[in-house]
């Protein structure tokens, strides 16, 4: 699948997971949104930064990160820390 742009948002998610996890060195645990802004993508992933066992008890954090059109990372930043266990927003 391809945007007006030509870009694969597929593509470009896994390559803005890839490169936050580099400059996390946590792991990318998914993306709960994605949207296209016109110059490139805003992404919201979802970072293990404390692994636990049970993996409920993981502590997880939510960061906005801004790439270019191919998927590269121009800025990023975390905006909440939670338990993986932890009901957000319903």
Same mark, same amino acid.
């Given at each position: 699948?391809?945007?007006?742009? +030509?870009?694969?948002?597929? %593509? ?20 709960? %949104?994605?949207?296209?802004? +016109?110059? +490139? ?34 800025? =990023?930043?975390?905006?909440?820390? =939670?338990?993986?266990?932890?009901? +957000?927003?319903?």
């Amino acid at each position: 699948m391809t945007t007006r742009r +030509g870009a694969d948002p597929m %593509r470009v998610s896994r390559t803005a997971m890839e490169q936050l996890s580099a400059l996390t060195n946590c792991e990318a645990a998914g993306v709960s %949104r994605l949207e296209n802004d +016109g110059d +490139g993508w805003i992404f919201q992933v979802e970072i293990i930064e404390v692994p636990r066992v049970p993996d409920t008890t993981s502590i997880l954090a939510s960061y906005e990160t801004h790439t270019d059109s191919a998927g590269n990372i121009t800025s =990023y930043r975390r905006q909440r820390r =939670y338990p993986r266990n932890q009901a +957000g927003e319903m």
